[in-house]
T-cell receptor, first 111, second 113 residues
Framework: GQSLEQPSEVTAVEGAIVQINCTYQTSGFYGLSWYQQHDGGAPTFLSYNGLDGLEETGRFSSFLSRSDSYGYLLLQELQMKDSASYFCAVRDQGSNYQLIWGAGTKLIIKP | DVKVTQSSRYLVKRTGEKVFLECVQDMDHENMFWYRQDPGLGLRLIYFSYDVKMKEKGDIPEGYSVSREKKERFSLILESASTNQTSMYLC????????????FGSGTRLTVV
């Protein structure tokens, strides 16, 4: 079957750095994406990795290793507003931009 | 910015009613999706559409149908609402460009009583 595994919950301290991991097992692969969702809100797109390596966007970075079927989202200088759920998603090869979704990681930030 | 608008934020319907959830996007995207989101179950794809009048079943299409008569509008229909369809419904669109992400609407929280 096709699946994405990510931790259900991660706790970190304000101002610290946190890494949210995602491993995937899919029949095809066309890139790994990350989304953020605040409680009661809609998911918003954060990043996309199509090739191996690190992509940086401000305080957020995302990494991909296709040989390991693994990626992570790195959040630096954590702020209370970063408290949210984070989803990884893989585009399956040959699909019409359908995504296979992880179950989400709830990030709890403590002052 | 792409905007995806869902017609209702909260909706309460009775069991057996026919329910229409509307979604409109303003950026000429070809791909549109309907998801439901339930605690602990993540995002589950109900239906998607990659062109006008084209539709494909997702993972959980039973009890639902869709309509895409115009490119900007993708409607989800609950033929006969049941209590197990109480959920958050999310519409999304995608530009069909590899590096771009989905743009989601703000969601419709549907309660079936």
């Amino acid at each position: 079957g096709q699946s994405l595994e990510q931790p259900s919950e991660v706790t970190a301290v304000e101002g610290a750095i946190v890494q949210i991991n995602c491993t995937y097992q899919t029949s095809g692969f066309y890139g790994l994406s990350w989304y953020q969702q605040h409680d009661g809100g809609a998911p918003t797109f954060l990043s996309y990795n199509g090739l191996d390596g690190l992509e940086e966007t401000g305080r957020f970075s995302s990494f991909l290793s296709r040989s390991d079927s693994y990626g992570y989202l790195l959040l630096q200088e954590l702020q209370m507003k970063d408290s949210a759920s984070y989803f990884c998603a893989v585009r399956d090869q040959g699909s019409n931009y359908q995504l296979i979704w992880g179950a989400g990681t709830k990030l709890i930030i403590k002052p | 910015d792409v905007k995806v608008t869902q017609s209702s934020r909260y909706l309460v319907k009775r069991t057996g009613e026919k329910v229409f959830l509307e979604c409109v996007q303003d950026m000429d995207h070809e791909n549109m999706f309907w998801y439901r989101q339930d605690p602990g179950l993540g995002l589950r794809l109900i239906y998607f559409s990659y062109d006008v009048k084209m539709k494909e079943k997702g993972d959980i299409p039973e009890g639902y149908s869709v309509s895409r008569e115009k490119k900007e509008r993708f409607s989800l229909i609950l033929e006969s609402a049941s209590t197990n369809q109480t959920s958050m419904y999310l519409c999304a669109s995608h530009a069909g460009v590899q590096r771009s992400g989905y743009t989601f609407g703000s969601g419709t929280r549907l309660t079936v009583v």
